[in-house]
C-alpha cells in the first residue's frame, strides 16, 4: 500500500524557498507508519540544499544535471514523471507557487493522477484524500476527496503552515537522470521588475489599497490621509493591475512581503495572496463594506464601512488632536 | 496567427453574501452578478491585441450553463471570430481535469497557433485549465504570463514569480499560454462591435457527459468563524475617534 509523502524542494537562485520547509513539516506529522516523507532535490548541484534538508526528511532523492540549474516545467516533468511512477508515494507535494502552477497540472495529466491545488489542509482517510479549499476570495471553504488507490498530487497555499525543524537524519540517494532534449521552450533568464523611489518593505506605516477605492481620483485622499500619520502608500493586486500604483506598491504573494508596526488596510477584502504579504504586521486595522471580508479574520481592528467615508473622518481626527496638541 | 481563448463566466462575490445550496455542494448563486473571469478577459485582450499585429481568427470556448453566452457575445463584440459552448449534462461535478478534457476535444478540429486561458479563475483559485490543457494536447506551455513578445511562430514571454521577479522563456508556437492579470489594458465592446456580434455563430455543444471526473465536491460550507477583529461600531467620527486612541495608544502617532 502507498504510504511515502514526496515533497519537491522548490529553489531559486541557489536557496532553498520557505514553502518547502512549510510542506516538509506537515508531510511529516502526516505520514502513516511504515511510510517515508522524501524530499526530491532537483539541481544543477544538491550538496548544499541536501545539507540543509538532511534534518527535514527520511530520505533525499537528488538528481543533478546541468539541465535543472533553473526551473523549467518540462525537465521538471520528466524527472518527477519517472520518479513517481517507479516509487509509488501516496502524495506528492507542492507548494502553491508559480513554478508548481507551471508543472504540477501536467505532471498529473501525464501520471494519470487526481490533482488538487491550492489547499489549505488535507486528510489521508482510508481510502480516500480529503482536501480543504478555500473558495470565492476566502468566503467559501469546499472539502474534495479523491481515491488515494493510485496515488494523487496536492499543492499548498504558502505559510498554511508554520516550518519547524525537524530532527531526523535522512538517507540520500542521488540517482541518474538521462532527459529528452526540450527544444520547443527554453529558459532566457531572470527579469527583475524595476526599483522604485519607495521601498515599502522598509516602511513602519502602511496605508494599502484596494478595489474599494473605486476610482483613481480617490487616490489623493489616501496619499493625503498617508502623510498625515506619516505612512507610505501600498495596494493590493487590482490596484496595480489597473495602472494606478506601480508595482513596486504590490503587497502579496506576487509583490512584497511587508512587517510594518501598523498596517491600514482600506476597502481590500483579503485574499489569501494578499493576507500573506502582509499578516505579520504587529497592528492591523481593516475598513471594508462587507463584513464578511477575510481581512476581518487578521486584522486587529476593524470597521465595516465605506472607506471614502472613513479615511476623511479620521484624518479630520488626527489633525484636530495633533493641533489640540501642539497649541 | 490563430488564437483559442477560454473563458469562464464567475459571479462577483466580492461583496455579496454568500450561501451555499440545499445539497452543500454549490454556491446558491441566484442574486450574483456574473461576468467574465478577470484573468480571462486580460488573456482575450491578449489574443486581440495579436490579431491586430498578425491577423488570424479566434475561437472562444467557455464551458458552462447556457447563460455563458453572455460572455462569449461580449468576448465576439470585441472581435473575436466565433465561439464555442459546452454544456455537459454533469456541468456541477466537473473538476478542471475533465474541464481540460472537453475543451481539448473540441479543439482537436481546429487549427491554432496559441491557446490562451486566464492565470486562474476568481472562483475556485485552483489555477490548473491551460497547464492540463497543455498536457492533454502535448504542446509547450507558459503559465502566469505578464509580458509577450510575439513573433510568427515563437514567443518571448515574461512569466511572474513571488516577490516581484519574472522570468524569461523563448516558446514556440503552438502552444497554451495562461495569462497574469495587469498585463494589457481591456477594451470594452463597441456599440458596433455588439451590432456585428449578433450575426457571428456560436456552436452549442450539448447533450454530453464529461468523462474522466477524478476529484469530487464532498461538500462546501462557511468557515468556522476563527480569530476576528474587533469591529468598530458607530458614525464616521465615532469610529475615528476609536481609531485614534488604538494610534495613541500604540505610538503610532
Keep these: 500500500m502507498r504510504k511515502d509523502i514526496f515533497v519537491l524542494v522548490e529553489h531559486r537562485k541557489g536557496e532553498i524557498r520557505d514553502i518547502t520547509f512549510e510542506l516538509l513539516t506537515k508531510a511529516r506529522n502526516m505520514v502513516q507508519t511504515g511510510g517515508f516523507v522524501y524530499a526530491i532535490v532537483l539541481a544543477k548541484n544538491g550538496d548544499n540544499f541536501i545539507e540543509k534538508l538532511k534534518s527535514e526528511a527520511h ?14 516545467s518540462d525537465y521538471y516533468q520528466q524527472v518527477l514523471g519517472s520518479i513517481i511512477t517507479d516509487r509509488k508515494p501516496l502524495l506528492t507535494l507542492f ?40 473558495v470565492y476570495g476566502g468566503k467559501i471553504h469546499t472539502r474534495f476527496s479523491f481515491p488515494s488507490k493510485n496515488g494523487g498530487i496536492i499543492s499548498i497555499q504558502p505559510g498554511t503552515f508554520t516550518a519547524e525543524q525537524g530532527d531526523l537524519s535522512a538517507e540520500i540517494e542521488r540517482i541518474t537522470f538521462s532527459f529528452e532534449e526540450i527544444t520547443n521552450k527554453k529558459f532566457i ?20 489599497i484596494g478595489r474599494g477605492i473605486k476610482e483613481k481620483d480617490n487616490l489623493q485622499i489616501i496619499e493625503d490621509f498617508a502623510e498625515s500619520i506619516g505612512a507610505v502608500v501600498a495596494c493590493s493586486r487590482p490596484i496595480v493591475d489597473a495602472g494606478w500604483l506601480p508595482k513596486e506598491r504590490q503587497v502579496g504573494s506576487s509583490g512584497k512581503t511587508v512587517k510594518p508596526k501598523l498596517y491600514i488596510a482600506l476597502g481590500i477584502s483579503g485574499d489569501f495572496q494578499h493576507l500573506i504579504g502582509m499578516r505579520n504586521a504587529d497592528t492591523i486595522i481593516a475598513v471594508n463594506k462587507d463584513p464578511n471580508a477575510p481581512i476581518f479574520g487578521i486584522a486587529d481592528y476593524g470597521i465595516v464601512d465605506d472607506l471614502l467615508k472613513i479615511v476623511p473622518a479620521l484624518k479630520k ?4 488632536k495633533c493641533e489640540a496638541r501642539s497649541a | 496567427m490563430n488564437s483559442i481563448v477560454c ?12 450561501k451555499i445550496d440545499a445539497e452543500n455542494r454549490k454556491l446558491d448563486d441566484g442574486n450574483l452578478v456574473f461576468s467574465i473571469n478577470e484573468a480571462d478577459n486580460y488573456a482575450l485582450e491578449e489574443a486581440l491585441l495579436l490579431q491586430e499585429e498578425f491577423g488570424g481568427e479566434i475561437t472562444l470556448i467557455s464551458v458552462g450553463p447556457k447563460e455563458c453566452d453572455d460572455i462569449i457575445r461580449m468576448g465576439l463584440a470585441k472581435g473575436a471570430t466565433r465561439g464555442i459552448r459546452i454544456t455537459p449534462d454533469n456541468l456541477y461535478k466537473l473538476d478542471p481535469y475533465a474541464i481540460a478534457n472537453l475543451i481539448a476535444e473540441q479543439i482537436k478540429e481546429l487549427e491554432y497557433d496559441l491557446i490562451f486561458t486566464g492565470c486562474m479563475a476568481n472562483d ?22 505578464v509580458k509577450i513578445q510575439a513573433n510568427e511562430d515563437y514567443a518571448i514571454i515574461d512569466r511572474e514569480l513571488e516577490g516581484g521577479l519574472m522570468e524569461q522563456f523563448n516558446i514556440k508556437f503552438p502552444a497554451v499560454i495562461t495569462i497574469q492579470t495587469g498585463i494589457n489594458e481591456p477594451r470594452y465592446a463597441s456599440i458596433f462591435g455588439i451590432k456585428r456580434a449578433s ?22 460550507y462557511l468557515p468556522p468563524p476563527g480569530d476576528t477583529a474587533e469591529i468598530f461600531t458607530g458614525n464616521p467620527e465615532e469610529t475615528a475617534e476609536k481609531v485614534y486612541e488604538i494610534l495613541k495608544t500604540k505610538g503610532l502617532i
Design chain 2, 7 to 18: 473563458i469562464k463566466r464567475v459571479p462577483d462575490t466580492t461583496s455579496a453574501t454568500l
Design chain 1, 317 to 320: 481626527k488626527i489633525m484636530e
Design chain 1, 59 to 72: 530520505r533525499i532523492l537528488c538528481i543533478e544535471n546541468e539541465k535543472l540549474e533553473h526551473f523549467h
Design chain 1, 189 to 208: 533568464q531572470f527579469v527583475e521588475a524595476v526599483a522604485g523611489e519607495i521601498d515599502i518593505t522598509q516602511a513602519e506605516k502602511i496605508v494599502a
Design chain 2, 199 to 220: 450575426k457571428k455563430e456560436i456552436r452549442f455543444v450539448e447533450n454530453i457527459s464529461a468523462q474522466g471526473i477524478k476529484v469530487h465536491t464532498e461538500k462546501m
Design chain 2, 124 to 145: 475556485d483559485n485552483f489555477g490548473q485549465l491551460g497547464v492540463t490543457l497543455a498536457g492533454l494536447l502535448n504542446i509547450p506551455h507558459i503559465s502566469l504570463a
Design chain 1, 95 to 134: 507548494g502553491q507557487t508559480s513554478y508548481t502552477m507551471d508543472i504540477a497540472p501536467s505532471l498529473a495529466v501525464q501520471l494519470d493522477l487526481p490533482i488538487v491545488m491550492g489547499c489549505i489542509e488535507f486528510e489521508i482517510g482510508d481510502d480516500k484524500i480529503f482536501t480543504i479549499n478555500q
